[in-house]
């Protein structure tokens, strides 16, 4: 049995094959010399002198194939292909033939349109000399001409794994692979290229445009700067260097490399993008625009230049301008994709989600594996409660060949919001992820990483992804600040601002409302600044009327003019009710609008944002190490809420466990608070309460996929999924609060407890057992419960969890005395007394009006 030859020895084969002096047969050595004379000048690229040598061997050797090869490629080049036809496939017949005369067969017959018959050279060339390298790339090369990227993927693939060195094998693959949007094969393939070919710069700027998709912008200047000499005319390089310094806000020291490359060429497209991406990182949206509209100009026919010009539009607030592009360039351009996603992006920021949806189906119908199109698609759908076609698109997003790191924080928001582990799984290790993504993307992940805070290890990293996203919103802020903040005369009253896009029917509205219905208007003058268009809410519209001036909607304000805007009101102190939740405007913050900065209710984690003073906090709800928050506590005498309390809902006057003769328990608590350790808690209790049952009551449930996945938690846990029920009150046209009179108790999630939804299960006599940890996010049900004197159903481990859980479900004797007395006691505690409240917050505002010299 023959050895398997090496691939050094192949390509040592087909050297021999292709150079030597005859490639076919014995030659007299007269005719070898004339043979070497006439092949040297053809590749010299001449043609008289090898074409009568050619035809002199011929005339007295007529079955040479060299010269039959050499005379059929000068016929070729000349125009004469039937003759060069036939010359080369006399070459052919005359025994078996190197690679390279089938490959110049199939050229020569792909030149006279008989495609089919180039194919079925070059294939039979490689059935016969499946060990030749350069006919599988021939192959390949053919194919990818053909737009049959799938064949030929093979064949190039087969020529890598026989010679991976052959001359611009991996570019080709690379080629195909970015054809296809698979990017990370693609880039495997250019950087080993460029391994072999240093000198071919050109591909550099693939190398670069593909790191800079996956986020590795340092990868770029190191492999850059060393090439960049002064005096360089290498456009490429000088942008490339300039734009990845750009993504890493080295800002100062990209400008000279991108003013560099529109230099060399004022003409190209990108070069051009470039210097309006450094005016609108240095905030010039004005000098951003005017680059756009004369590039919009220049090429009339290219729809991009209005895609960006709209979007641009869309950060500095000017939607109306934004849609007017956009709806004119969908129209002229339907089949321009990127328009639609700007245009689903538009409709985001007006909350218009179904018309966001459509927008982004439209680009997918244009672009199927349009990642930004449906990563954007997967995330509109999640505030539409369309949880089942969020999924879909959150999966498909996630396994799309230009899926990267960048496009994982909306599949990552979709996946917690349906309970799927396993997907959430599939994103990879978490903090390497977060630790790599470009800073852009950290919004979009920042809030759902709170249920990672498990303990003071893990709480600290996710406070250091808080900060180093701070950190961008006050470098941003810092390269355009408002003037210093000018000394104004000490008000009469204290000015207190609330800055929030909640300050509507939402939980931070109905916890603010208390509040604003009993501050003494002698001693506070409120003032509201609404990130949200909430024309006509009714939640909105009665705070309005308790505020000076009403509420002032900054929803489509840029965040240095909604600072003027606060600032111009000379609020003394300006409360920002969001954190890192849905519609804030944590960038305004940075511009310090506002003499003294505060944080409250909607986020309960650090921001990271060093220009907020403090954080509005309690002794209870107030983290164990304070360390954990960079904004200082803030502490209110009682309780850092107010709870306004609800209708009077009525109660049933039975425990359901009296009429069920099982306990049942409860949540309606958001699905991305229900992780795999609530569940497993969860079912370590209900595996000591025989019989008992869980109801989870959202109107999310209506998503089969989410169902599914709990149940199939639970299941893992040892719980028959039978034991699970699902409600969805909203569907049913049943109110939240009367769906508690079918739950005997609940049991808190973790880490991110509840807060609203604790409060309504004790309004309607329902206990809530808690898990109180280190962190904010972990104590506000213990908080809740502490103030109203439940301390015993708040616990510090989780077994003591599990243990007051099981304690508490046999005790019927508690639960009918809490069903009928927990909403007086809770009526009855400061947590409901608004006037009691609002007098507090006036001697805090105050105290801190005196300290800041304010008052």
């Known amino acids: 049995m023959p050895l398997k030859s090496t691939a050094a020895e192949r390509t040592l084969r087909l050297k021999q094959k292709l150079t030597g002096e005859s490639a076919l047969m014995p030659t007299a050595p007269s005719v070898v010399g004339r043979l070497h004379t006439a092949l040297s000048a053809l590749r010299q690229g001449e043609t008289v002198q090898p074409e009568a040598i050619f035809r002199d061997i011929l005339a007295s050797a007529p079955q040479n194939p060299d010269a039959l090869h050499g005379l059929g490629l000068i016929l070729l080049q000349r125009g004469e292909t039937k003759d060069a036809i036939g010359l080369l496939k006399r070459a052919l017949k005359t025994g078996k033939a190197p690679g390279q005369f089938h490959v110049n067969l199939a050229v020569a017959l792909e030149t006279d349109g008989q495609i089919e018959n180039a194919l079925k050279t070059l294939k039979k060339a490689v059935s016969q000399d499946g060990d030749d390298p350069f006919l599988h790339q021939s192959l390949g090369v053919f194919l990818f001409n053909r737009s049959r990227d799938k064949d030929a993927l093979h064949a190039l693939e087969k020529a890598a794994r026989l010679n991976p060195e052959l001359p611009r094998l991996q570019l080709m693959l690379g080629d195909i692979h970015i054809k296809n949007q698979r990017d990370d094969l693609a880039l495997e393939c250019y950087k080993r290229h460029v391994e072999q070919n240093p000198e071919d710069r050109r591909i550099l700027s693939r190398v670069a445009y593909l790191l800079a998709n996956q986020g590795k912008h340092q990868e770029i200047l190191d492999r850059l700067l060393p090439l960049y000499e002064d005096g360089t005319t290498d456009g490429d390089l000088c942008n490339n260097i300039g734009s990845a310094l750009i993504h890493l806000d080295r800002l100062d020291d990209a400008e000279p490399y991108i003013l560099k490359a529109y230099e060399l060429d004022p003409s190209r497209w990108e070069f051009n993008a470039n210097v309006a991406g450094l005016h609108m990182a240095n905030e010039r949206l004005d000098a951003a625009v005017t680059l756009f509209e004369r590039l ?103 396994h799309l060949p230009g899926f990267s790191p960048a496009f994982f924080s909306n599949a990552f928001q979709v996946f917690h919001a349906t309970c799927d582990f396993d997907g959430i799984s599939q994103l990879g290790d978490l903090r390497e992820l977060v630790d790599n993504v470009a800073d852009n993307a950290l919004p979009g992940c920042v809030f759902d990483l709170m249920r990672y805070a498990e303990d003071l290890e893990t709480s600290r990293w996710v406070a250091s992804v808080n900060r180093r996203w701070g950190l961008v919103l006050e470098e941003s802020a810092a390269r355009n600040p408002l003037p210093p903040m000018p000394t104004w005369a000490k008000h009469d009253k204290v000015r207190v601002g609330f800055l929030s896009s909640d300050l509507r029917d939402h939980s931070v509205g109905k916890h603010i409302t208390p509040l604003m219905e009993n501050f003494d208007s002698e001693r506070l003058e409120v003032y509201g600044y609404s990130a949200w268009n909430a024309e006509g809410d009714r939640v909105h519209e009665a705070l309005a009327q308790r505020m000076n001036g009403g509420i002032r909607n900054v929803s489509n304000l840029m965040a240095r003019d909604v600072a003027a805007v606060i600032r111009a009101d000379e609020i003394d102190i300006l409360f920002e009710l969001n954190g890192h939740t849905m519609g804030a405007r944590l960038d305004v913050v940075p511009y310090r609008p506002a003499p003294v900065q505060i944080e409250w209710l909607g986020f309960p984690f650090t921001t990271g944002l060093k220009d907020l003073d403090y954080f509005l906090l309690d002794e209870h709800v107030a983290p164990a190490d304070l360390s954990l928050m960079l904004e200082k506590p803030l502490m209110m005498p009682e309780s850092w809420t107010i709870f306004g309390g609800y209708p009077d809902m009525p109660i049933t006057g039975t425990l359901p466990v009296e009429e069920n003769g099982y306990i049942t328990f409860g949540s309606l608590n958001a699905p991305y608070k229900m992780t795999r350790p609530t569940i497993e808690a969860w079912s370590r209790v209900m595996l000591q309460v025989p019989n008992s049952r869980m109801m989870i009551v959202r109107p999310d449930v209506k998503s089969r996929i989410l169902c599914a996945n709990i149940a199939n938690e639970f299941n893992n846990c040892g719980i028959n999924p039978e034991r699970i029920g699902f409600f969805d009150n909203r569907s049913n046209k049943i109110n939240f609060q009367n769906c508690y009179n079918f739950i005997d108790m609940t049991m808190d999630t973790m880490p991110v407890t509840g807060g609203t939804t604790t409060c309504d299960a004790m309004w309607m006599g329902v206990p809530v057992v808690t898990l109180a940890g280190p962190s904010y996010h972990q104590r506000i049900s213990h908080a809740l419960l502490s103030h109203i004197g439940l301390q015993e159903l708040s616990t510090t481990s989780l077994d003591e969890f599990v243990q007051r859980s099981v304690d508490l479900a046999g005790d019927i004797d508690s639960l009918r005395f809490l069903r009928r007395n927990l909403r007086t006691i809770l009526r009855e505690s400061y947590l409901c007394d608004g006037p009691r409240y609002a007098t507090h917050f006036c001697d805090v505002m105050e105290k801190v009006a005196r300290e800041h010299g304010l008052a």
């Not at 709806?327 to 245009?343: F, G, Q, S």
């Not at 999640?382 to 498909?396: G, M, V």
């Open 296 to 398: 919009k100009e220049q090429y009339p026919d290219n729809p991009q230049p209005a895609t960006d010009l709209a979007l641009i539009y869309i950060r500095m607030g000017r939607v109306e301008d934004a849609r007017r592009e956009l709806e004119a360039i969908t129209e002229a351009h339907p089949e321009h994709d990127p328009a639609w996603v700007a245009l689903g992006m538009l409709n985001m920021t007006e909350t218009r989600y179904y018309d966001a949806a459509d927008a982004y189906r439209k680009a997918i119908e244009v672009n199927p594996i349009n990642v930004h199109a449906n990563s954007n698609l997967s995330i509109v759908l999640k505030p539409l409660n369309e949880l089942d076609e969020a999924s879909f698109y959150a999966n498909k997003t996630i």
